[in-house]
């Protein structure tokens, strides 16, 4: 970084810190970019801020903000992912039929209220008398509690965010049950197909064999599809069903559940991100996508779909803002006092 001097009167002299601006300009953006993280959801296919009941298996990196519920073998298979996160980690207790064991492909974090104990000549291990198996390591963590807190925060905001973006897209309904999802033709390669469904329990509720389905020539040129649902208490009837380009496009769909507290879904396989932050949802079909609830309860598998949705950068994590701005002001203070006017 260089400070130039101009000749002259002393009068006049003064010291020039147009580049030292910015140069300073330029660390800050590049500050700020390098240090912005993605959508949690992105590293994690599945987040519960409260408890997680199961009786199959998870692809990719698992978070349980409350207690883990086994009451038959499970299995986490956090090695199908690229995710930088243990397998499993729990901030709360494991806990349900102990003669059941856990399967974890990958490391296994788990809190302060657990007890490892060892069997088998010390060569296998148990968590709260469940047998752990194929982990590669159990370590305890007294971090996950504010981590949760933390994920908590981050897929609060992110729902609200997605929520508050502007409707650009239209939904049809038609006498014969079904919904089509018609995204603007004028969307382009950043933009995102927003859809409001404030009436989803007709879809959800009703009995009859109805299907859903997206309609567009640009669909895979968007960056993604956010489809916002209003409603508190939400329940799908098991003949509900998504079907054609959902399937197509399961990676570039977010459902964003914002309000609900109660979702229950049906035996049909849910397709997309699921966000739900304030909900207990029950799924009783798979899940194929990244999900972000409350607490969740299902009799099926999830699956990872590698979704690289972010929500609005107001609400994307940057690591440690206020000492940066810190020393920004700092710079310019320092500056400004070695002036010479």
């Known amino acids: ?192 197909a927003i859809f409001s469904l404030d009436d989803m329990n007709n879809f959800f509720s009703n009995t009859s064999n109805q299907e859903i389905d997206i309609l567009a020539n640009n669909i895979s040129d968007i960056a993604g599809i956010i489809i916002n649902v209003s409603g508190i208490t939400l329940n799908q009837a098991s003949n509900n069903k998504a079907t054609g380009n959902f399937s197509n496009f399961k990676d570039k769909i977010i459902w964003n559940f914002y309000e609900a507290t109660t979702l229950s879904l049906g035996q049909s396989a849910f397709i997309g991100t699921l966000l739900a932050p304030l909900a207990t949802v029950t799924a009783m079909g798979d899940i194929d996508g990244s999900v972000g609830v409350d607490s969740l309860i299902t009799t099926r598998e999830i699956h990872i779909v590698n979704n690289d949705i972010t929500p609005p950068t107001s609400v994307v994590k940057v690591n440690e803002p206020t000492t940066l701005l810190l020393f920004v002001f700092a710079f310019i203070a320092l500056a400004r006092r070695f002036t010479v006017k």
């Not at 987040?47 to 990719?60: A, M, N, P, S, W």
């Not at 990958?106 to 469940?130: C, M």
């Open 1 to 192: 970084m260089n400070v130039y001097f101009i000749s002259g009167p002393l009068k006049s002299k003064r010291i020039i810190v147009t580049k030292f601006f910015t140069a300073l300009s330029l660390f800050t953006y590049f500050s700020f970019s390098v240090n912005a993280g993605s959508f949690i959801l992105n590293d994690y296919n599945l987040i519960t801020l409260g408890d997680f009941e199961t009786t199959q298996h998870v692809d990719g990196s698992v978070f349980v903000g409350g207690d883990l519920i086994a009451n038959q073998s499970i299995g986490f298979f956090g090695k199908d992912t690229d995710s930088p996160y243990s397998a499993l980690a729990v901030a709360g207790k494991i806990t349900g039929n102990t003669n059941t064991p856990i399967n974890v492909n990958g490391n296994l974090e788990i809190s302060a209220e657990n007890t490892i104990t060892t069997f088998d000549n010390n060569n296998k291990f148990r968590v709260n008398g469940h047998e752990i198996q194929n982990s590669s390591g159990i370590s305890l963590n007294t971090d996950l509690v504010n981590l949760a807190v933390d994920y908590k925060a981050e897929l609060e905001d992110a729902s609200l965010a997605f929520k508050n973006l502007d409707t650009n897209s239209t939904v049809d309904y038609f006498e014969n049950k079904n919904y089509k999802l018609n995204i603007d033709q004028s969307l382009g390669e950043d933009d995102y």
